[in-house]
């Protein structure tokens, strides 16, 4: 345990976790609004007045529980070093330390994929009072098992595109990033349809494929909700394993580049 | 680990270029090169804008070199910034604490990032929350901390590793000057337990009556460096006999040359400057020179050479001149 990486790792998480608990009112609301709103909408009012059929809320659950982990994690990571590289400096005592700057990436982005797990939880009471018992998890054995990987490959694409994000935007640009960026993933983000209904609109199928929402989704899909038509598993994962190796690659030149350039 | 160098930081040929938005480059620093010393206090001093602080930026890895070599302890820091870490502390410039933690907290988790066993950062952090006057704040906030108590723990924080070198960006400037004595004490008690001190200040008075090797910076070039009293033989004279008139032309600095006691007569910051052989010049008879040259007299004044002094005759202009 005396190894200087691995207590300079695990202090740097403790930090951050440490900090995150003291703001967990902020950490609760931010995580826990879009879906509750989006859930109230589509997913009770909605059906209720007969707008989308009855059988919606099983149609956008998977998505939900996606859009909530992916978003956790890229807010996560994202604004910490947005904020940490280009205002409040507090980043600069851990780079000062005489470990490998990327431990300090890899402890953040750790942070970040707790904080999407406890964003996709966080979901599942909402989901259980607003669309109850219309969302039907058809759970089987042969498919179930893929969930926990397909939730850990989705909170490490969400710590990636973090990074991406993070060690990119300016805090004077964060503002934008709602309207210009969270808000067009998660509209295209298979949250509200399949990938496969897709069909109709070739270009916009085409399109959204660059959206690593859609490979969260429709994994998660896959795993849940086995009735409805979802991209095959090889497919999914595999987007969420390219997407994250090519924003891990650009994130991490970001990152050092952001560390010897501040 | 090899024997001790003498020198704990070398510093070879070294160049920051920034390339504005704009395209224009800015040469912060200009290939400077300079060693400290094991165990001294070290003054790096230039007006706003001379590369100071980009200077020390490159010297604690948190910013690429162009080009140039830092041996930190004999470890070449731009090959192996890790090992170079290890060896130094720093205080930024700007306020760099973790807000979000306590006092105590920002103590604890810098000395557990650089590997330190709890018992004795724990011991550590009560002795250094005691000698900086904040052992009352200890379980506050640095969030509402004054700017002076901030400074303090900012310095106690980089202390806690107990670092060979320690880099201190203007670590005086927005202190009252009750609290910049305190900070030189403990300065001062530092660098008697062995820590080097490498700092940046743009007040003259402070390296003059501390430091022990004095460099003096301006536009990212190493102008002198040297003992206080070896900056001061630089210039002519100690003695300087400042006049200002309303107006000035390098013909006047001419005929003030020839003037009696004038070793050499310079215009510097608009002030016509002439360096004395004597204590006692002839004022009258400068005056007169004044008059006879139809020249309003402002203001004159004489006075023992400081730094400042050196600073203008090697730079042409005072070192807290506004920028232009
Ligand atoms: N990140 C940067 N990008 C562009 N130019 C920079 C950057 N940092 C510093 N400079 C420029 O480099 C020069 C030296 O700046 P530096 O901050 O090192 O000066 P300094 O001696 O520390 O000044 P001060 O006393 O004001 O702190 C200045 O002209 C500054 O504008
Ligand atoms: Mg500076």
Known sequence: MNNPISSAFWAMVHRDLLAQWRDKGEFIFRVVMLPLILIITYGYVLPEIGLVPREFPTHMFAGMIGMSILITGIHGTAIPFTMDFNNMHEIEDRLQAPVPANLVAYAKMLVGIIEAFIGGLLVLPFSAFFMGSRVELALQGDRIVYLVPVLILIAIASATLGLLVGTIVKPMQIAAMFPGFLMPMVFSGAIFFTWKSLTAVPFFQKIILINPLVYANEALRFALTPQIDSMPIACSAGGLIISSLIMGYFGFKRFHYMCVNR | ?324
């Open chain 2, 1 to 324: 680990m090899s024997a001790q160098t003498e020198n704990i930081l070398e510093v070879r040929n070294l160049k920051k270029t920034f390339t504005m938005k704009s395209g224009h480059k800015v040469e912060a620093v200009k290939g400077i090169s300079f060693s400290v010393r094991r165990g001294e206090i070290f003054g790096f001093l230039g007006p706003n804008g001379a590369g100071k602080s980009t200077t020390i930026s490159m010297l604690t890895t948190q910013l690429a070199a162009n080009d140039g070599e830092i041996l930190i302890d004999g470890i070449d820091a731009r090959r192996d910034p890790v090992a170079a870490r290890a060896k130094i502390g720093v205080v930024a410039q700007h306020n760099n604490m973790d807000r979000s933690l306590t006092a105590r907290e920002n103590l604890l988790f810098h000395a557990k990032y650089f590997g330190m066993d709890e018992a004795a950062a724990e011991k550590k952090a009560d002795e250094y929350l005691e000698k900086f006057g904040l052992a009352e704040w200890q379980n506050d906030y640095v969030s509402s901390f004054s700017g002076g108590m901030a400074q303090r723990l900012k310095i106690a924080r980089a202390m806690m590793h107990t670092p060979s070198i320690l880099f201190l960006d203007e670590p005086t400037t927005g202190l009252d000057p009750n609290y910049r004595e305190i900070l030189w004490e403990q300065m001062l008690e530092l660098n008697k337990q062995g820590t080097t001190i490498f700092l940046t200040t743009h007040y003259m008075e402070e390296p003059e009556r501390f430091c022990e090797n004095i460099a003096i910076v301006n536009h990212g070039e190493l102008k002198a460096l040297g003992t206080s009293s070896q900056l001061k033989a630089l210039i002519p004279s100690k003695n300087i006999l400042t006049l200002k008139l309303d107006s000035l032309n390098e013909d006047d600095a001419r005929a003030a040359a020839a003037l009696k006691d004038v070793q050499q007569a310079k215009i510097q910051n608009g002030t016509l400057q002439l360096y004395l052989n004597t204590k006692q010049p002839d004022f009258d008879g400068i005056i007169r020179w004044t008059e006879d040259r139809h020249k309003t007299l402002q203001n004159i004044s004489l006075s023992t050479s400081t730094l400042d002094d050196v600073f203008l005759y090697l730079t042409g202009s005072a070192m807290n001149a506004p920028e232009k």
